[in-house]
Structures are given as structure tokens and as C-alpha cells.
T-cell receptor
Framework: KAGVTQTPRYLIKTRGQQVTLSCSPISGHRSVSWYQQTPGQGLQFLFEYFSETQRNKGNFPGRFSGRQFSNSRSEMNVSTLELGDSALYLC???????????????FGPGTRLTVL | QQQVKQSPQSLIVQKGGISIINCAYENTAFDYFPWYQQFPGKGPALLIAIRPDVSEKKEGRFTISFNKSAKQFSLHIMDSQPGDSATYFCAAAGANNLFFGTGTRLTVIP
């Protein structure tokens, strides 16, 4: 079974631009969560989608948004990029309702975003 | 405010030794406590997890000890191997959010 895939793996943007990251979950998984990982703040939960609906949300500003499609693939968008948005963005998928959001999450390799 | 405090920041252990990483939390509403292992260039991988109704869970060489009254939990890696060298994160989850510790970089010396 293929794992969680994220595209692109690396991205360079400049301040003020916007960016869209993509995540394809493990086949059959309906929950997709997004995380930001930085040396300073560590791993932080952004939001979680289940069946095309945002079910949980962390403490990030509205510039960070996401969506999920009917095939469970998810995209994350960051608008008006700031230098501090440079990070590794990870997505994770899990079975969903019965598995519990946080149980048995499988992480992708991440997208490394650099904001110049 | 850091929801989950993790220590030490780094740890060096001899092959065959025991690695111990500690975490503490404040929010008594947390009900799921996973540990993740992350290798360079990879996403975290779930290692082992525990719920607060048990005090210990063991899977192979990995054991979680959980002290609900002290709001602390720890990861013990028995017979540590060089292949265990990685960064380990504890986490605590409530209904709507998952909070991570700051990570422990473990190095196991052959």
C-alpha cells in the first residue's frame, strides 16, 4: 500500500506570495491533518479534514487554510507569505472516525518551504 | 505556553544501554499520549502510544510509563541500538488538538 505522498517536496517563494501544497493520503484513509515543523517552534498542528470538512483546527492565523476533495486528497494554502512561514509542512492521514483522529497517523515526508 | 514539556533536548547512550525521555503536561483533558520517531529527511512515525487509564505499555524494546497524578509520562528504550538514533517527540492529544514536545535527539554510540 502506498504511503502518504506530498508535493512538491521543496519550494522557494518570496514574501507576500501565496503557496499551495498537496497531500495524497493512504488509500482508504479519510482523515488528513497538516502540521508545521520549525526549529524554533517545533511541531505544531494546523488543521484536520475529514470527509471534505475541517473538523479540528490549531492556533494559526487565517492566512493558513486548507481543503479536502472527495477523493480525500488535501491541499493547504498559505497566503501573504512571511519569512517565519519557512518550515517543513507535514501532512498525515489516518482511518478517520473509528480510528480516532490522532490514532495511527501516518506522516508523509513533508514539503520544505523556504520564504525569501 | 508549551503544552507539553520534553527533556532532555539531547541524549547520548551506549549501545545496549537504556534511553529514557521524559515529558510532562498540564491539561488534564488530554486523553491520548503518543510517541513519534523521526529520522532526518523523513516525517515522524508513530512508535507507541498510551491512554491515561493504564500506567505502562510495552511494545518490544519500547515502553511508555504513565503517571496520571504527576501528569508525566516517559519513553524507555531498552537495549538501545545505533539504528535507534533519531529524534523522538512526545505528544498529548485532547478532543480537538495535538500538542508536541520539543523533541529529543538520541544518539546511540556503537
Amino acid at each position: 500500500k502506498a504511503g502518504v505522498t506530498q508535493t512538491p517536496r521543496y519550494l522557494i517563494k518570496t514574501r507576500g506570495q501565496q503557496v499551495t501544497l498537496s497531500c495524497s493520503p493512504i488509500s482508504g484513509h479519510r482523515s488528513v491533518s497538516w502540521y508545521q515543523q520549525t526549529p524554533g517552534q517545533g511541531l505544531q498542528f494546523l488543521f484536520e479534514y475529514f470527509s471534505e470538512t475541517q473538523r479540528n483546527k490549531g492556533n494559526f492565523p487565517g492566512r493558513f487554510s486548507g481543503r479536502q476533495f472527495s477523493n480525500s486528497r488535501s491541499e493547504m494554502n498559505v497566503s501573504t507569505l512571511e519569512l517565519g512561514d519557512s518550515a517543513l509542512y507535514l501532512c498525515a492521514s489516518s482511518g478517520g472516525v473509528l480510528a480516532g483522529v490522532w490514532n495511527e497517523q501516518f506522516f508523509g515526508p513533508g514539503t520544505r518551504l523556504t520564504v525569501l | 505556553q508549551q503544552q507539553v514539556k520534553q527533556s532532555p533536548q539531547s541524549l547520548i547512550v551506549q549501545k545496549g544501554g537504556i534511553s529514557i525521555i521524559n515529558c510532562a503536561y498540564e491539561n488534564t483533558a488530554f486523553d491520548y499520549f503518543p510517541w513519534y520517531q523521526q529520522f532526518p529527511g523523513k516525517g515522524p512515525a508513530l512508535l507507541i502510544a498510551i491512554r491515561p487509564d493504564v500506567s505502562e505499555k510495552k511494545e518490544g524494546r519500547f515502553t511508555i510509563s504513565f503517571n496520571k497524578s504527576a501528569k508525566q509520562f516517559s519513553l524507555h528504550i531498552m537495549d538501545s541500538q545505533p539504528g535507534d538514533s533519531a529524534t523522538y517527540f512526545c505528544a498529548a492529544a485532547g478532543a480537538n488538538n495535538l500538542f508536541f514536545g520539543t523533541g529529543t535527539r538520541l544518539t546511540v554510540i556503537p
